[in-house]
Each structure stands twice: as structure tokens, then as C-alpha cells.
């Protein structure tokens, strides 16, 4: 590849790990993020998650001074940075507020979904932030490019909750032909392996997700969670019936609520809600994706980041070994 045309974050250049933990809609909340980020990983959430909107203002707070509090105590293990979540679709009339407390908190990345808005990012690099926009397709990275954003997550196909359906190798080759800036990818990544397979294909870090619901921090029920240590890529089914948006959900969850995931009728993408209706969906019919097969029990998030290093450490030794 010839000199980058796109600048590489100094913020995503020293990450102790690859890899970023993925907001988890209603899921995520500071303790997990701050387990995260002391990890060594990047940690994130939705601003969504807070509520009422005014909670985020103390949620942000909290977890960057506790990180900071963490670094000054580790020079040498500092905490990695942190990011937000923020839904951009027009259904998300908190977008203007909760974007004022990420620049008044200066948060270190801002990822953005459902929609690309040039002020979002306007607005991140008013105080130095980085926008990372997901896609589920290169026509989509295209536009997230053009207005602004400084990365992209590529949600290939095998990612938790709302998801695309493009093969991994499909969808990080289209858009490394043109685009070499910061590149995340996210579909059923659960283990180191994925993790360096991921960098193999031309992405710079793995976006996990699934795999923290079934940890200790995780803001998820005991049933929830032990259903992603009992599932596997068997048990996922992909819809668009619950947030018009079409995503990968647990089979178990959808039996539960009365319905037939063999059958489940269409949705209709004008009636999302991330603000009302959704959020009974989310709770009700549990979002994951195909890689949690991996996934053997509930443990602590440092617990599961350390695993996912020996792993990837492991799989470096035997890919150089050849």
C-alpha cells in the first residue's frame, strides 16, 4: 500500500491489545468500561444507556476519572482510552444533549451508527476527539468518510444485535482499496485467534461484544447471560422484526417471549425506537452474535481480556513458527 492518504489516530496507535469492547445497548455501563479500559482494551457504551439523559453527565465523570486515576497509578500499564456510542438516526431526539457532555468530558472516541452526521464529528474534533462510524457495507463507508469520520467499524456478517450480512474477507477488502485509516472489524469475534485473523484480513482491531455480555460487570440477567454460555452459532436468528433494523438475536430469548423463531414475520424499519418500544425488545429478546460458541462461562472482564491475550499472543507464536 502506498503513503496513507488518511491519518491514523495518535490515541489508536498505542493500544495495549487490538481490540475494542463493543457497546452493548442497555448493557454496558461504567463498571464495564472501566474494567475494559484497565484491561487494556478500548471499553464503550451507548450513551443511551444512561437514564434518565442527565445520568450520563455522572457516568462520564466517573469513568474518566476513575481511568485516570488507574494510569496515575500504572505509568507503565496505563488504562486505554474509551468510547461512546452514539446513535445518530433521526429516532434519537437525545443526540444534540448527550453529544454537549462527550465534548464537555472530552471523550477520547465517539462512535457513531445508524447515520452519518457531519456535526457529530464536527464536534469530536472541536477538542481532539476520534469518530469511528459503523458500516455494513462499502457504499456506507464511503459516506461515513466523506462526512468526517475518522475510522470505520465494518459489522460483517455473525455480529450481535444489528448486523450486515457480507462476508468479513468481502467487506474489509472492498474497503481497504481505498480507505487505510483506522479500521475495526466486528461478526463473531470471540477469541485471540479471531482477534489476528482479523489484523491478517487488513483490519487494525477486533470489535467484541457478545462475549462481555457473560461477564460479571456486564448489566445483563444471570438468564441472559447463562444462555450465551449455553448457545451457539445454532442458536442465532437474524431479523429485522423487533427494531426494523435486521440483527442477530437468541433463538432461546425469542421462544421465551411466546414467538417462533422459525417464523417471525417482517419488520417495519419506520416504526424504530431506540428511545421507547426498542428498549422492551432489547430486554425481552436478548441481541448476540455467532461467535459465542467460544464462550464457556461468566467471568470477570479482566478475566476474559487476559484469555483473549494468551490467545492472541498464541496464535502469533504458531503463525510465526511456520
Known amino acids: 500500500m502506498n503513503a496513507p492518504r488518511f491519518p491514523f489516530p495518535e490515541v489508536l496507535r498505542s ?106 464529528n464536527d464536534a ?42 457480507k462476508s468479513p474477507f468481502a467487506l474489509v477488502a472492498e474497503i481497504r482499496e481505498w480507505f487505510d485509516g483506522p479500521l475495526a472489524l466486528s461478526g463473531a469475534i470471540a477469541t485471540g485467534d479471531a482477534v489476528l485473523a482479523a489484523q491478517a484480513m487488513g483490519a487494525d482491531f477486533a470489535y467484541i461484544g457478545s462475549a462481555f455480555i457473560a461477564t460479571f460487570e456486564a448489566l445483563a440477567s444471570d438468564a441472559y447471560k447463562q444462555m450465551i454460555v449455553d448457545s451457539s452459532s445454532d442458536d442465532i436468528v437474524y431479523s429485522n422484526l423487533f427494531t426494523g433494523v435486521h440483527g442477530n438475536y437468541l433463538k432461546g430469548s425469542i421462544q421465551s417471549a411466546g414467538l417462533d423463531p422459525d417464523a417471525l414475520p417482517t419488520g417495519d424499519a419506520r416504526a424504530m425506537n431506540f428511545g421507547g418500544e426498542s428498549i422492551k425488545a432489547w430486554k425481552d429478546i436478548w441481541g448476540s452474535g455467532q461467535g459465542i460458541g467460544a464462550v464457556r462461562e461468566v467471568v470477570p472482564a479482566q478475566v476474559l481480556v487476559a484469555r483473549l491475550a494468551a490467545e492472541y499472543e498464541q496464535a502469533l507464536i504458531r503463525l510465526t513458527a511456520r
Open 124 to 165: 469530536a474534533h472541536g477538542y481532539g476527539g476520534v469518530v469511528l462510524h459503523d458500516v455494513i457495507n462499502n457504499g456506507f463507508a464511503h459516506k461515513a468518510i466523506e462526512k468526517g469520520a475518522d475510522g470505520l467499524i465494518a459489522v460483517a456478517a455473525g455480529a450481535g444485535g444489528h448486523a450486515g450480512v
Open 15 to 120: 493500544l495495549p491489545l487490538p481490540i475494542f469492547g463493543a457497546p452493548l445497548f442497555i448493557i454496558s455501563q461504567p463498571q464495564l468500561v472501566i474494567a475494559q479500559c484497565k484491561a487494556g482494551i478500548v471499553g464503550s457504551m451507548p450513551a443511551l444507556n444512561a437514564r434518565p439523559a442527565a445520568q450520563l453527565d455522572e457516568w462520564l465523570a466517573e469513568i474518566t476519572e476513575a481511568l485516570a486515576a488507574h494510569s496515575a497509578e500504572n505509568p507503565n500499564q496505563p488504562a486505554a482510552p474509551f468510547a461512546i456510542n452514539q446513535i445518530v438516526h433521526k429516532s434519537n431526539d437525545r443526540l444534540e444533549h448527550d453529544m454537549s457532555l462527550c465534548v464537555k468530558h472530552r471523550v477520547p472516541i465517539i462512535i457513531t451508527s445508524l447515520g452519518a452526521r457531519p456535526e457529530i
